[in-house]
């Protein structure tokens, strides 16, 4: 019963995580395509992209204080696990390489809720990556336009 839980759980984190993606994905490419703008509006495009990076920072911020907050719970269950395969009221008497395996697979679905946590971290930081890039074009673009002295 605490698995199905818990799987469902993983399913809404995912479908989440999913929409927060695809919501950046859209972001990032509405600001690309600002970057085809006039000398006068590449000024308010700079300050989105500061304000976005910013946004990215709170939420990988937020996602690695979750994973913060997740391993000592893991690392209690795991305590707990192997000390129920180790002790007295055990199902089946086990060796020490089959205790760690049972534990293992009883953790799979903590493990996968961390992975899952620290992939969206990577997707988040990849984005900032994105992002300062389009901060670079905009700086790029406007020391052009002053050599050039074009508007």
Known sequence: MADLEEEDGI??????????????NKTIDV?????????????PVQ?????????LTEQIKSMSYEIYKLIPKMHT????????????????????SERNKLVEWDMALHDQRKNVLDEHINF???????VDNINYSIKNKITILQLTDME
Do not use: H
């Not at 300050?47 to 946004?55: G, K, N, P, V």
């Not at 269950?77 to 020490?96: D, H, L, M, S, V």
């Not at 988040?124 to 994105?130: F, H, I």
């Open 124 to 130: 988040l930081r990849e984005t900032m990556r994105n």
């Open 47 to 55: 300050a989105e992209a500061i304000s976005l990076r910013q946004i």
């Open 77 to 96: 269950c795991r305590k707990q696990i192997f000390e129920y395969y180790a002790g007295a009221k055990a199902p089946y008497i086990t060796n020490a």
């Open 31 to 43: 600001i690309k395509g600002k970057l085809m703008c006039s000398v006068k509006d590449v000024i």
């Open 11 to 24: 399913e809404k984190l995912l479908s989440k995580l999913k929409e927060r993606e695809d919501y950046w």
